[in-house]
């Protein structure tokens, strides 16, 4: 059974960083295209970003409104997917889900999610 | 503003057949499959539909996708009250370099 638990929200003010965590089980995490998607209170799901798998290039790919300042990465070894959060802003909080990502004929989807983590940028 | 275009809200009787559509473009649903996703009161979304019009195992038949051309739709017939739900779809986006786009989501109520 796929599980992923994400793990790091919290409160920060605007500004700081945050780190979240994503524990992944019952999938060959390395060979999994992961992402990140967000889902402000109250509102619809935006995808943050996605990071392939290390044999499909390892690369990161992330949404414009947090370009240059999130950056996803994997530890292989723990079946651990990060997101580094920097220079959080108020609009950035939202709960934060992890998705391993499945192909079919036109790309890589969100398939299976996580319990999400709240994260809330707050002065 | 969402890049994929969804009415913010549905419903319908129990037993009924309700649709929810779902509006992109060329770059997106024209050119790309559409998933749904079924989010609960609560909880974190669920894979619904993939691939235009496919069911993960566990999803009951009484949920059907389908695209043509630019739009997609969800259809679930004989409704029930455990539908209710927010539902989204989402397509890969060829013009932002194969980001996934969603759509604002629809809030099915159950009457």
């Known amino acids: 059974e796929v599980q992923l638990v994400e793990s790091g929200g919290g409160l920060v003010k605007p500004g700081g960083s945050l780190r979240l965590s994503c524990a992944a089980s019952g999938f060959t995490f390395s060979n999994a295209w992961m992402s990140w998607v967000r889902q402000a209170p109250g509102k619809g799901l935006e995808w943050v970003g996605r990071?392939?798998?290390?044999?499909?290039?390892?690369?990161?790919d992330y949404a414009a409104p947090v370009k240059g300042r999130f950056t996803i990465s994997r530890d292989d070894s723990k079946n651990t997917l990060y997101l580094q959060m920097n220079s959080l802003k108020t609009e950035d909080t939202a709960v934060y889900y992890c998705t391993t990502d499945l192909p079919d004929s036109s790309g890589y989807y969100p398939s299976y999610w996580g319990q999400g983590t709240l994260v809330t940028v707050s002065s | 503003q969402s890049v994929l275009t969804q009415p913010p809200s549905a419903s319908g009787t129990p037993g009924q057949r309700v649709t929810i559509s779902c509006s992109g473009s060329s770059s997106n649903i024209g050119s790309n499959t559409v998933n749904w996703y079924q989010q609960l009161p609560g909880t974190a979304p669920k894979l619904l539909i993939y691939s235009n019009n496919q069911r993960p195992s566990g999803v009951p038949d009484r949920f059907s996708g389908s695209k043509s051309g630019t739009s997609a739709s969800l259809a679930i017939s004989g409704l029930q009250s455990e539908d209710e739900a927010d539902y989204y779809c989402a397509a890969w986006d060829d013009s932002l370099n194969g980001h996934v786009v969603f759509g604002g989501g629809t809030k099915l109520t159950v009457l």
């Open positions: 990071i392939k798998s290390k044999t499909d290039g390892g690369t990161t």
